[in-house]
């Protein structure tokens, strides 16, 4: 990192807080759950940043806060520096092209009763980037970047395996060429083997396309086998930030000892 220039980040978090208020009567009146709880972040053109933290830590939340899904309780995220809040409609326009998000399950991401084909294109048909025939070409063209033959344009994703209908939602994500596509877990429901086969992917997209990603794990071998930079969430807080690897070499936070402790070693992924 060049510390002598300031650079505005792609996307960032200022402070942000996502409280979750569910129910009614006596559960309302119950203490609300403070998932995402003042996070600072930033993410950089064309760098990974991994989030790791275990299992209800509040990274979905914030995933989804930084994907302008949900609003945030106080704080902002900003768009090249501005609040989404604030955006005017057509950088809004421009900001819900260039943030793209990815599942956990593509299987409950896709959906059963579209095409592969117009499941990567409808995007762009939203948009009204394209129309007709050139709908099918750039589907094709998408799906032959993450690897599927484009034949498999015309089937339903209950005919495609789970690597493969992975891919098409990462050639969902790509279609509106995104400068971040958000990755929440996007392995964890593959077979080893497939997970390599994913993140190489992402990683030569990455290399091709200059995307920045958040990737976001409770598996700190996966983390760090493509992250520049990691950031540990624990109870809705960013409690450890580190370079990749210096992070595992230096841990000050307790938390973060633990999660090394009882990981499988960063060195296994890589
Ligand atoms: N829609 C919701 N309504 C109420 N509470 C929620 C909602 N979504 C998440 N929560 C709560 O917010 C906290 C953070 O959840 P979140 O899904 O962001 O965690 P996570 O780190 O993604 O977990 P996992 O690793 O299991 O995916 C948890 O306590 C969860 O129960
Ligand atoms: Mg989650």
Same mark, same amino acid.
């Given at each position: 990192?060049?510390?002598? &220039? ?5 996307? +960032?978090? &200022? ?10 009567? =006596? ?14 972040? +930033? ?33 902002? %995220? ?18 819900? &092209? ?15 009763? =579209? ?38 344009? +015309? ?19 790509? %279609? ?95």
């Amino acid at each position: 990192m060049d510390g002598s &220039r300031v650079v505005t980040p792609l996307l +960032a978090a &200022r402070g942000v807080t996502k409280c979750y208020r569910n129910g009614a009567g =006596w559960a309302r009146a119950a203490a609300a759950t403070r998932a995402v709880d003042g996070v600072d972040l +930033a993410i950089a053109e064309g760098e990974t940043v991994g989030l790791v933290g275990e299992s209800g830590s509040g990274k979905t939340t914030l995933a989804h806060l930084l994907a302008g899904l949900l609003a945030p309780t106080a704080g902002d %995220v900003q768009f090249e520096g501005r609040s989404l809040a604030a955006l005017p409609p057509d950088d809004a326009r421009r900001f819900r &092209r260039s943030v793209q998000m990815v599942f956990q399950s593509p299987l409950l991401s896709l959906d059963p009763r =579209w095409r592969v084909g117009d499941t990567v294109a409808e995007p762009l048909r939203i948009h009204r980037l394209a129309a007709g025939g050139a709908l099918r070409e750039q589907a094709a063209h998408w799906l032959t970047v993450v690897g599927l033959d484009p034949a498999l344009a +015309a089937r339903y994703p209950r005919e495609l395996s789970g690597g493969q209908r992975q891919r098409v939602a990462i050639a969902r994500a790509l %279609v509106l060429r995104p400068s971040v596509i958000i990755c929440d877990e996007p392995v964890a429901s593959l077979d080893l083997s497939v997970q390599r086969q994913i993140l190489e992917l992402l990683l030569r997209l990455q290399a091709d396309h200059r995307i920045a990603y958040l990737f976001i794990s409770h598996h700190l071998g996966l983390v760090s086998a493509v992250a520049h930079r990691i950031l540990v969430m624990h109870r809705g807080r960013i409690v450890e930030e580190g370079g990749n690897p210096a992070l595992f070499q230096h841990p000050t936070h307790p938390y973060t000892r633990t999660l090394l402790a009882s990981a499988i070693t960063p060195q296994t992924m890589s």
